[in-house]
């Protein structure tokens, strides 16, 4: 996965930069040369943090997990995916970045780190709270699918065997998908919605089609 994530993360700064805009760290990454892209060196290296960040936020495909330090903008996305999804129910998980930050780089040959990066140039990042969970080492199981971030959590805490005022360190919460509507229209009262989650055009776009999925769109007579 390494070497698809190099070449990928390459050719998004290669686009950034023939299309004029900022990339986050360049002149760092632009001195460091694509050595650092380049199979031999351990993936990823720090200095790519916040273009990889950049990267995720756009859609691009990355290995980092998005979270976000709010409940209610957490409760916001679970609930547009399960209406768009038309699932029986919708989870949202709940991570002590306290025990990752602590135990996370405890584990045998995997390991899991909180991302923080900075906000600026970021308009997404900065809206949505936005961190990232970053596993490395050893991510894929002995079947080759990758390991869940649960599972390695708790492998770590096997491990440390942390206090028990840090336990569970990972939690979900399921709720119907009966339910999602009503949410979104509550989450919507307390301003958590497309139109303050996504800045810009985009986000006009996207409250119009949420206002379908939650039933309240204006249909033809």
């Known amino acids: 996965m390494g070497a698809w994530e190099r070449i990928l ?5 290669r686009l950034l930069d023939r299309a004029g805009l900022p990339i986050p760290r360049g002149h760092d990454l632009l001195a460091l040369g694509q050595k650092y892209f380049d199979a031999g060196t351990p993936w990823p290296d ?7 960040a950049l990267a995720q936020h756009n859609g691009v495909p990355t290995r980092l997990l998005d979270w ?3 409940r209610k903008i957490a409760a916001y996305f679970a609930a547009v995916d399960a209406l768009k999804e038309r699932s029986e129910s919708f989870d949202i998980w709940a991570l002590s970045s306290g ?3 602590i135990f996370g780089d405890k584990g045998a ?3 899991c780190h909180i991302v923080r990066t900075l906000r600026h140039g970021n308009p997404n990042l900065h809206a949505q709270a936005g961190v990232f ?3 490395q080492g050893r991510i894929r199981g ?3 699918k990758f390991i869940t971030l649960d599972r390695l959590l708790g492998e770590i805490a096997r491990q440390v065997r942390p206090s028990d005022d840090m336990l569970p360190c ?9 339910e999602a509507g009503i949410l979104l229209e509550e989450l919507r009262l307390d301003q958590i919605d497309a139109l303050t989650l996504f800045p810009g055009y985009a986000g006009v776009v996207r409250a119009l089609r949420e206002q379908e999925l939650s039933g309240r769109g204006l249909t033809p007579k």
């Open 9 to 13: 993360l390459l050719r998004f700064y």
């Open 46 to 52: 720090p200095v790519f943090t916040d273009l990889l």
């Open 68 to 70: 976000t330090s709010s």
């Open 99 to 101: 025990f990752v930050d």
């Open 109 to 111: 040959d995997r390991t």
């Open 133 to 135: 969970t970053l596993s």
């Open 142 to 144: 002995d079947d080759g």
């Open 170 to 178: 990972i939690r979900r919460f399921q709720l119907p998908t009966s």
